[in-house]
């Protein structure tokens, strides 16, 4: 369990932490791990942003229910975010990860972590900005959200250097 938190705290790390250059890290695993992270990603951002929204926000109404509708998709991504944490773990601790952690126990764990570390990245300031966009990507599924997401995150990261420093996103072939 304790590799599986170092892991975790070694991706919200700034990347001068890091002492080796980070690896990209496909899409489609960034897509399974935002999508495994949302429903407590959700949960986390009405929590951490109710002080800063209006009792009637979208957020604040309805993170519950929006939380539960992501679960079945959450569910579904586990595999490759799995794969994706394991290959992070890989990364940061250089070792793998151990077979013993490759249970629903981790599985349990993770999914709180990881979409505690995401909505920590919201700052106050930008809660109403964070409802906006929840508000207007509420209609789309779990999975469409986490390639939305995937995608946004490798535009942000233009020039290459990772998301924070730390996790680069792999860019697409055209033909994909």
Not at 89 to 112: C, H, K, V, W, Y
Not at 156 to 175: E, H, P, Q
Request: glycine share 6%; charged share 20%; proline share 7%.
């Amino acid at each position: 369990m304790r590799r599986l938190a170092l892991a975790l705290a070694a991706i919200s790390l700034p990347g001068t932490a890091i002492a080796q250059a980070p690896r990209c890290i496909p899409q489609d695993q960034v897509a399974a791990l935002v999508t495994f992270a949302l429903p407590t990603l959700v949960e986390r951002l009405a929590h951490r942003c109710g002080p800063e929204l209006p009792p009637n926000s979208y957020l604040t109404v309805n993170a519950q229910a929006l939380a539960d509708r992501y679960r079945p998709d959450a569910a579904a991504a586990w595999p490759v975010a799995r794969r994706a944490i394991g290959d992070l773990f890989r990364q940061f601790l250089g070792q793998p990860m151990p077979a013993d952690m490759n249970s629903d126990l981790i599985r349990t764990l993770a999914e709180p972590a990881l979409g505690g570390l995401l909505a920590k990245q919201v700052s106050p300031n930008d809660c109403a900005t964070a409802n906006q966009a929840i508000t207007s990507s509420a209609a789309l599924s779990g999975h469409d959200l986490g390639e939305l997401s995937a995608l946004a995150l490798t535009v942000v990261d233009r020039k290459g250097k990772g998301i924070a420093g730390v996790l680069a996103i792999c860019k697409r072939d055209m033909g994909s």
